[in-house]
């Protein structure tokens, strides 16, 4: 049935034919994390408007065009996370984590909200998970959130992903390189073959316009001087142990010169992982080190490094992988009766299979056996059990074995003990 009101651009109802594959996702995410040392934490969906501001940058796209901000009753500026760092970190300082053992680990899965153009791959409301190491500033932290990253796509048995890396220096480092792009830009073919939106990033941040899709840009960008050869002693070291440690685990990274992140609390490290079978939104994963956010949003500082993967674009690359993406659930038990008599012995026996750990269902909408025979099969039942007149009156049930066809009578107070076994049998 058509409904007047439909879900709003960019969102949509992830039904009972596909929950199941967010769900196979979070299990593998929850099992890496738990082998990683990484503890989940759950957060508001809405924040303070100014911690985005601040926590991910007012020259940023999502914060400029993208984010979802409302005036809340009592006045104030609200906004709708449209991602999880900002409020891990703010979240780690409002509890004081700086006082446990460092590093802290956490990790984090839900819904995320950016106005952006929809389309494959790209919502206006996505999950991502995220996950964060906060409070040490080695290199072997960020080649833990790489490997963390890669190794579930390995559980999930993603293949053929490409991950990219670069570093993007620091605060100490970083200003003699956006001198140097900028004369670059200024120099060869000029600021007027760029597009009209990387012209308006030349003086506000340079950097960005590396990040710049159009084809007029990526031609320009292609020649660019690299921020690898202007890093200083410090950064360079940092990249290095990174880059070695990732050749040491098996990891293979392919430098990217263009990857940039063009904030002044990204720090050192900038890694993206990316799927073939996305098309033009193909990054699967993106990650990297925020040694200078916990500052940027008034707190001391806390050197952080994480990364975020959107679960819809790990689902899309799952399937256009012919991957395994979890079990649909359905009931092992079908309960079926002759005649809506017999309605209440059915409820009976399924709450009795259900209360045995057999999940099981029955029909009380009133039909006919042959259409509750059809509703059984479509549930993908292995079992059904039939009460007719007969066993009714004799105290049996009668088990039908729905991949051989077989049918036998049962005691009806040995239902559940025998379908438990049958169903181990079929099982293992
Ligand atoms: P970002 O926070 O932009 O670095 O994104 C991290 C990851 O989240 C990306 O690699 C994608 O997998 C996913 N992602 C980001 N934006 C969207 C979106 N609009 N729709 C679906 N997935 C997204």
């Given at each position: 049935m058509e409904s007047a009101i439909k879900a709003p651009r960019g969102t949509r109802d992830v039904l009972g034919d596909e929950s199941w594959k967010w769900t196979h996702v979070l299990n593998v995410c929850r099992g890496v994390a738990g082998d990683f040392g990484f503890s989940e934490v759950l957060l508001p969906i809405f924040e303070h408007t100014e911690l985005f501001c601040r926590g991910i940058g007012d020259t940023t796209d999502v914060v400029e065009k993208e984010m979802y901000t409302f005036i809340d009753k009592g006045d104030r500026s609200m906004t709708l996370r449209p991602e999880l760092t900002a409020s891990m970190v703010r979240s780690y300082l409002e509890h004081d984590m700086r006082r446990a053992p460092q590093p802290v680990k956490l990790w984090s899965a839900g819904p995320m909200f950016r106005y952006e153009r929809p389309q494959k791959g790209r919502y206006r409301q996505f999950w991502q998970i995220d996950f964060e190491i906060l409070g040490v500033s080695s290199p072997m932290a960020d080649l833990e959130t790489i490997d963390t990253s890669m190794e579930i796509y390995r559980r999930l048995g993603l293949t053929n992903l490409q991950v990219l890396i670069n570093s993007v220096g620091c605060p100490k480092c970083r200003p003699a390189y956006r001198d140097a792009l900028k004369r670059f830009f200024e120099s060869g073919p000029g600021l007027e073959a760029l597009c009209e939106t990387c012209r308006g990033r030349f003086?506000?941040?340079?950097?960005?316009i590396l990040d710049c899709k159009k084809p007029e840009c990526r031609e320009i960008t292609e020649s660019a001087p690299a921020i690898l050869d202007s890093l200083c002693c410090e950064c360079a070291a940092h990249f290095e142990d990174v880059t070695r440690g990732l050749s040491r685990i098996g990891a293979d990274a392919r430098l990217d010169k263009r990857l940039v992140r063009g904030l002044d609390y990204y720090t050192k490290t900038a890694y993206e992982i990316l799927a073939g079978e996305l098309g033009s939104q193909n990054a699967v994963c993106g990650g990297g080190r925020y040694d200078n956010l916990a500052e940027a949003i008034g707190g001391p500082s806390v050197p952080g490094v994480g990364f975020a993967s959107g679960i819809e674009r790990i689902v899309i690359t799952l399937e256009g992988q012919g991957a395994f993406l979890g079990d649909k659930p359905r009931v092992d038990v079908y309960v079926v009766t002759?005649?809506?008599?017999?309605a209440l012995e059915a409820s009976a026996l399924a709450h009795e299979l259900r209360s045995s750990g057999i999940p099981s269902d029955t029909d009380y909408a009133g039909r006919g056996m042959k259409a509750q025979m059809k509703q059984a099969a479509a549930s993908g039942a292995g079992f059904v059990c039939i009460i007719g007149e007969d066993e009714a009156a004799s105290g049996t049930v009668s088990v039908k074995n729905m991949s051989s066809g077989e049918q036998r009578s049962i005691p009806r107070d040995e239902a559940a003990s025998k379908l438990a076994l049958w169903r181990e049998e079929r099982n293992r």
């Open positions: 003086d506000r941040n340079p950097l960005r002759a005649s809506s008599s017999l």
